[in-house]
């Protein structure tokens, strides 16, 4: 639902036509290399520029595909390339939670974090390889429906970082609910791709 509001064809085109001056694998290359510098100036202990940098690295990424689209320059290495991408960004954006203040220990949060960027990172994995082996040919991921996509879990990593300058309890309730519903999404995407393989026997 998230994906269909967003693209929409007149706000697709209108995004496409804007940023077409550069191609669709420059926006995802360039949302990189953005998300490299966030981290690095996160670490550097300026949050609010992090911030501000993964939230540009972001509109990059959201930008590339619609160029694509309204160029008639979409392919199969350019749809490789923007996944391999987020991944790297969701990477990086979890990594820097690495730097904050929580009420818990270092270890309860070192755990957490790996926790976390295993199960962001599963779910994009087992569509694909369920797509790639043939138990659920799913090459749009509209047949194994998730909980959260990618949208989901960077606004609630997004919100958990801004309450680090206003509540620190509440930066931590944000990350345990990104934490869970990461967990759940990982649940259901493996229990959906053992029953819709059922229909592809």
């Known amino acids: 639902m998230q994906k269909d509001w967003f693209d929409r064809p007149r706000l697709r085109d209108g995004i496409g036509r804007t940023f077409k ?3 669709p694998n420059t926006w995802t290359t360039i949302s990189l290399l953005i998300a490299f510098v966030a981290f690095g100036v996160v670490a550097s202990g300026r949050l609010w520029w992090g911030i501000v940098l993964f939230t540009v690295s972001t509109l990059c990424d959201f ?3 619609k160029v694509a689209r309204f160029t008639n320059a979409s392919s199969k290495l350019g749809a490789f390339w923007d996944g391999v991408v987020d991944r790297f960004v969701d990477a990086l954006v979890i990594a820097c939670f690495f730097f904050f203040e929580f009420p818990c220990s ?10 976390l960027l295993f199960a962001t990172l599963l779910p994009p994995f087992i569509v694909a ?3 790639h082996r043939g138990a659920v040919p799913d090459p749009t991921e509209r047949v194994v429906w998730r909980f959260a996509f990618r ?12 309450f680090q300058f206003l509540d620190q309890k509440l930066s931590y309730i944000f990350l345990w609910a990104t934490l869970l519903l990461m967990i759940a999404t990982v649940i259901q995407s493996i229990i959906l791709v053992f029953i819709r393989s059922k229909d592809y026997s």
């Open 106 to 115: 270092q270890t309860q949060l070192h755990i957490m974090l790996f926790v």
């Open 21 to 23: 001056f550069l191609s």
């Open 151 to 162: 949208g989901e879990y960077i606004v609630l990593l997004g919100v958990s970082a801004v």
């Open 63 to 65: 930008i590339d595909g």
């Open 129 to 131: 390889y369920a797509n």
